[in-house]
């Protein structure tokens, strides 16, 4: 039986600067209010994996996040960029998979790419060493939509081998947190529903399996 709650990016908490206090915020957030990205964007994998919806944005908590997971293809699986643009921040260098932890806890490998539309994607969860690594990407690269990231993995709070994507519009100073997080994200007012080609409705939802391609 899979696991029925993955406990990545609780997003559940803003830390408020100067004061060790976790204040709940967007845990009832409709993902109805989250607007449609502006960008198209691929599913996330390399070419021909197949892959499955654990959480779309209304399931997954806190909503306006996406995990999926993959079933078949080539392995290691391998998570791709999901639209051109430059990369914008990496973390790699964790290991251990954590559950039940406060966000601030979390020690999640991602990444961050941003796109000329403004809107930026996060990758989470990455495999050690596999971004810096065998994919041999820094901060600062150019990828293409495809370009190999780092291969699925479940380090940090997670309880499963799986990706956790976002699409957001950050703050444009200081846009994200050392862990990953986005800053000024209260009610996650900066999260946008993805838009996926070739995707049907062009939104993924929880269950469903789609095969990974790129957009036409
Ligand atoms: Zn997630």
């Given at each position: 039986m899979m696991v029925r709650s993955i406990f990545s990016h609780v997003r559940t908490f803003v830390l408020l600067p100067g004061l060790f206090l976790a204040v709940p915020c967007d845990a009832q957030t409709p993902a109805a209010s989250i607007p449609a990205s502006q960008g198209f964007y691929r599913l996330p994998y390399a070419d021909g994996t197949t892959l499955e919806v654990f959480d779309d944005v209304e399931s997954h908590r806190p909503v306006g996040r996406t995990d999926l997971f993959a079933v078949d293809g080539q392995r290691p699986y391998r998570v791709v960029a999901a639209a051109a643009g430059r990369i914008m921040a990496i973390q790699d260098g964790y290991?251990?998979?954590?559950?039940?932890?406060?966000?601030r806890e979390c020690r999640n490998n991602f990444v961050?790419?941003?796109?000329?539309n403004g809107e930026w994607t996060n990758y989470?969860?990455?495999a050690h060493g596999t971004v810096t690594g065998r994919a041999g990407l820094k901060v600062?690269?150019?990828?293409q939509a495809g370009t190999w990231l780092g291969d699925e993995g479940t380090v940090g709070c997670s309880m499963l081998d799986h990706v956790h994507f976002e699409v957001a519009v950050p703050r444009r100073d200081d846009p994200i947190d050392a862990g990953g997080f986005l800053n000024d994200n209260a009610d996650g007012a900066r999260l946008r529903r993805p838009r996926f080609c070739g995707v049907e409705g062009e939104a993924v939802r929880k269950g469903e399996r789609h095969r990974a391609g790129s957009c036409r």
């Open positions: 290991s251990e998979q954590q559950s039940g932890r406060a966000a961050w790419i941003a796109h000329p989470s969860h990455l600062g690269d150019e990828v």
